[in-house]
Nanobody
Framework: QVQVVESGGGLVQPGGSLRLSCAAS????????MGWYRQAPGKQRELVVI???????NYADSVKGRFTISRDNAKNTVYLQMNSLKPEDTAVYSC??????????????WGQGTQVTVSS
């Protein structure tokens, strides 16, 4: 069975740091693009950052320079290091595993999300 599980969310003060983890099982992890998304109350879900199976990254402008994504294929885990957190970073953060295999097969899996709250 495929499972994607996030952890590491919590309450932090503005300017603080937090590290999220996403562990995936039931997939060939190294073949998947891995992404972090977030959704704040009353707003649409947005892409925070993606790291491809090749290791390239793309960050949303709002987090560039503050957040860092990394992956450990040996542990089937992707991380999101969040520094200089702002109240507007408050959201549910979800992990996504995505792969396109050949012409017809697509795989797209989501975790349950973890709450990040930035408040004084």
């Amino acid at each position: 069975q495929v499972q994607v599980v996030e952890s590491g969310g919590g309450l932090v003060q503005p300017g603080g740091s937090l590290r999220l983890s996403c562990a995936a099982s039931g997939i060939t992890f190294s073949l998947y693009d891995m992404g972090w998304y977030r959704q704040a109350p009353g707003k649409q879900r947005e892409l925070v950052v993606i790291i491809t199976s090749e290791g390239s990254t793309n960050y949303a402008d709002s987090v560039k320079g503050r957040f860092t994504i990394s992956r450990d294929n040996a542990k089937n885990t992707v991380y999101l290091q969040m520094n200089s957190l702002k109240p507007e970073d408050t959201a549910v953060y979800s992990c996504n595993a995505r792969r396109i295999a050949g012409l017809y097969r697509k795989y797209d899996y989501w975790g349950q999300g973890t709450q990040v709250t930035v408040s004084s």
